[in-house]
């Protein structure tokens, strides 16, 4: 079981920077964390949940074309988190933001597929103004 609880989120001027966190507990985290995969999703309304970024279990990155050079995905192991940090931010990235995990398994191609995880937090609100 795991559970993941987002941070983070607010209201931010088209430009500006924010810094999303998501921290996982439960049995089966804590006794398989590095096996682990994890990846941020948003959704904006009247449209499907997106894969933002994707942290594999070996420590590569993968990243929607729409954010590529700027937001970057990291983990924490010691303190159990996984972030986020969101620069250069566009009306268009105004969403909310969900943090997914997962273990086993996996192609890499599916990273940023939402079939690929059975965990997702509840989300943290991401508002972009021009």
């Known amino acids: 079981q795991v559970e993941l609880v987002e941070s983070g989120g607010g209201s931010v001027q088209a430009g500006g920077s924010l810094r999303l966190s998501c921290t996982a507990s439960?049995?089966?985290?804590?006794?398989?964390?590095?096996?682990?995969?994890m990846a941020w999703f948003r959704q904006a309304p009247g449209k499907e949940r997106e894969g933002v970024a994707a942290l594999d279990d070996d420590g590569s990155t993968t990243y929607a074309d729409s954010v590529k050079g700027r937001f970057t995905i990291s983990k924490d192991n010691a303190k159990n988190t996984l972030y986020l940090q969101m620069n250069s931010l566009k009306p268009e990235d105004t969403a909310m933001y969900y943090c997914a995990a997962d273990l086993g398994r996996h192609p890499q191609w599916s990273l940023l597929h939402i079939g690929q995880y059975t965990n997702w937090g509840q989300g943290t609100q991401v508002t972009v103004s021009s």
């Open positions: 439960g049995d089966t985290y804590s006794r398989y964390y590095t096996q682990y995969f």
